[in-house]
């Protein structure tokens, strides 16, 4: 087992080969009912002491997530011990493999997707927008009668950086957030999670320090993850990143980068401050750090107008702001966009060229006429109203069957409401009577890189039709009601 | 400057040292006429001694990569020093971001695109199919009456994995390869440049050995080292990588992985002998480490039956098989697939998810039918004829026009002929003459991970049209011609 050990934090090591282990549990990387390695061989392998690998066990059995059997070694706890060989490819010639060790730390985001596309049917967990709401129809006819007249594109390397009229239309679209950029400083990507991607990827090594919200975007957890950065979790509360936690932080640490959701943040809805945002930009002055401001839901917004993205208070080339395309205009095309100047950018474009030498011509220019302003601004025009009403519609909703120990957020844009539950109630004991119904939502535990707190639900209202929605969500609050019905009547039962 | 050392090889620290600098300057990541950091500094940084540094400036000096100017320090070599000022963000205000240190120890393909595609009007270095033998006409009209039909792929992301009735058609596909692998066991992906990235992204970090034949695809090499790979070059002669040298390499390394383009080998065209082609699989069996063969150009042969893949001699999920599809369908979809098994199958899974959430649907619709096997005979017969015939008429116009100190491969398939120049001969000082002809070759420097021979140069015969391939040949070869006799001349000057 491959795990990196950073001796130059107050993380300890045993902590540290928790968490990675307690990682790959999660992302399913190491599979429930595995024999874990000895105490022994582990200590050997990551040259540390046999009580320093103790105690890592130790908490891994404490939280669940291991068991260890008197003479026969140490297993990752599963209803079925050793009971899951239901994989095509489980030949016994194949258990060479599992002796090359791998840099993937977690991947949740991974485990979370093949839960999703094989179990339920109704996703409340899906932060997408519902096709009916999308211009499918009209990006397929635009895409039907350009190929006709220009076959040529399906022949040519585009470049690198990415279509020269796209980036062209980007740099205007981008205008409507006060960003002022020429399309020499935007890179074209496959989605915001290639750009989130191709920064980790770039800058990020073994030990760097990441600050990241908690909780956050789960895949961008893994990606940071997947570099082997140190990850400092600073939480959110109703105004955003708590900047007063991260600057004592920063005392101590010396953060690399900071990932943050300043707008309508993911999972929560909230919205990070204009005192924060100013204050967040002179940290990274201060600090010669770098922020990625990831922005997906800005153009989901139900008020007029959104605060100021933090590029455009950005002097200095300190933000890399990402903003993907997929969420309202078409996931089928997986575009994106990567915005950042000097040699911050330059690294970026070779990055993308090492990775997978530019995007497709074919997306790229199925997308162009709709990311044009005009476009947009009615297209969301009337996406918003709806999704206004879907909201409202949830909250009612959510007023009316929630027990009065549930709390939850009220978005001012973007798709998710972050479900607090009573702290005992953990949502994955959730999971499988919410399976039952056919329903899917995000377990909030998922959304952090550490120390996660088991209590939170996120849902997302835009991805399903209005009468699967009301349905779903009187059916989860039941489902939730029945749970702390259940453990109010076991208290009420006098000890005798 | 971040420069990762390994001290546990025999390779010298100042040859370490040299080397990341070289790359990074030849890569352009380090721009010429910047000031390298002080000895000083950087073996502060590095945590080396004085002396390693000055060893490996004075290497780099030597190579001409570096100047001292006395009193003002280490310069990256440039006809115009420090008058290289023309980036739009070369603003004072962006000098902090040299700061940031990145991973990205070369990036050699980047700087040889951007080459392209701003100077030269006659690429005899593309690697790609001239666009009027391409089926670009029929699959517009695939994709236009296609997409009219179902609009709603649109607004779908698909599984992550790649959309089920492709990766049903490409494993039908590959049993022409004699490759027996179901839909399960196929990953699509971004070209097959991305498929090469997940592997190596996956599998390979700081210090692990990874085999790659000398020389090889330029791009792969930036990405293992990227990884931090240490890189072991195994020469290719006639008959494919020299397997008796790799043995010996294996006494003392322990590969973990061996990168191989066993057909129609890039650059050189070479094809891998039947009997190597055993005794690598045999190595990979008996060192326990993973094969990633990189199969770009079989579809494009001129015998009637290549030898078997690798992967078809596999048995125990020791070859990881890499097909793009942008070569000889359609580049502008960029459209390449992964076939693996077993864990290495399903952390390549992960991979995928962290990299980009899946490839878009709308190109995978796009490419379907035209991957099926009837289709792809059809086409390849017509694309083979035309193709042999260009590579026969630029091997006649080469045996005409070249001086016969030169010497060149005569491939059986692939569209990469590589020329051999007096060993005295640069093929870099040709490229300034060769740009005022309006002409591109790719320098083989670039082929090699570690010392390069500086004197062969890659054409590619299958990207340009008839007239203008004739032309550039029989140009190339006055150029080459002129350098030769004037080296000629000077040494028939007697001295008196």
Redesign the interface.
């Known amino acids: 087992m ?1 795990i990196d050990l950073n001796r130059n934090t107050n993380i300890s090591l045993p902590k540290q080969i928790y968490q990675s282990i307690a990682d790959r549990i999660s ?1 399913g ?1 190491i599979e429930k009912g595995s024999k874990l390695p000895s105490v022994r061989s582990l200590s050997k392998t990551l040259k540390v002491s046999m009580v320093t690998v103790v105690k890592a066990y130790s908490m891994l059995e404490e939280d669940n997530f291991i068991s260890t059997i008197q003479g026969k070694g140490t297993f990752v706890q599963s209803e079925k011990i050793m009971n899951n060989k239901d994989h ?4 016994i ?2 258990d ?9 730390p977690r ?1 949740q ?2 485990r979370q ?1 093949i839960s999703l ?1 094989t179990k339920s049917q109704i996703w409340l967990s899906a932060a ?4 009916s709401l ?1 211009p ?2 009209l ?3 635009h ?3 350009f ?2 007249k ?11 950086q990415g279509d020269l009229d796209l980036r062209d239309t980007i740099a205007d679209y981008l205008k409507s957030s006060d960003i002022s950029v ?1 399309k ?2 935007i890179i074209i ?3 915001s ?2 750009a989130i ?1 191709l920064v980790a ?6 030990g760097d320090i990441v600050v990241m919200e908690a909780p956050t975007y789960t ?1 961008a957890i ?2 940071f993850r ?2 082997g950065a140190t990850i400092l979790s600073v939480p959110v509360d109703k105004d955003g990143m708590r900047i007063d936690l991260l600057l004592r932080l920063c005392d101590t640490y010396s953060p ?1 980068l900071i990932y943050t959701i300043p707008t309508y943040h993911n999972p929560t809805g909230t919205v990070m401050s204009m005192q924060r945002r100013k204050e967040l930009i002179d940290i990274a002055k201060n600090f ?3 922020i990625v401001e990831d922005d997906p839901w800005r153009e989901i917004s139900f008020e007029r107008n959104p605060l100021p993205t933090l590029k455009s208070m950005d ?3 300190h933000v890399i702001y990402i903003k993907g395309f ?1 969420k309202f205009l ?5 575009i994106g966009t990567l915005v950042a ?7 970026l ?3 993308k ?11 790229q220019k ?1 997308l162009l006429p709709f990311v044009q302003l005009d476009f947009m601004k009615k297209h969301l025009k009337s996406l918003n109203i709806t999704l206004f009403n879907r909201r409202n519609l949830v909250l009612e909703l959510l007023k009316e069957h929630m027990p009065s120990t549930v709390k939850w957020t009220s978005p001012m844009g973007g798709p998710n409401i972050w479900i607090t539950l009573p702290s005992w109630l953990s949502a994955e004991s959730l999971v499988f009577e919410a399976q039952n119904n056919n329903i899917a939502f995000l377990a909030g535990s998922t959304c952090y890189s550490s120390e996660p707190e088991f209590n939170h639900i996120r849902i997302s209202f835009s991805s399903l039709e209005q009468e699967q929605l009301e349905k779903s969500i009187i059916t989860l609050s039941k489902i939730i009601s029945s749970f702390i019905n259940k453990k109010n009547n076991i208290e009420n039962i006098p000890i005798v």
Chains 1, 2 share one sequence.
């Open positions: 491959k992302s990387l095509d490819n489980d030949l010639s194949l060479w493999q599992l002796s090359i060790a791998d840099h993937l991947a985001f991974w997707n596309t997408s927008v519902h096709s999308l499918e129809h990006i397929s006819r895409i039907s009668s190929i006709l220009n076959p040529d594109i399906l022949s040519e390397y585009g470049p690198v020429s020499n400083e990507t496959n989605g999670q290639q991607n990827r770039t800058f990020i090594g073994a895949a893994d990606v997947w570099q690399k010669n750090c770098l002097t200095d080339g997929s078409s996931p089928g095309c997986r100047s000097g040699s911050i950018l330059n690294r474009i070779a990055a060229t090492n990775s997978d030498l530019g995007s497709s011509l074919l997306t199925a």
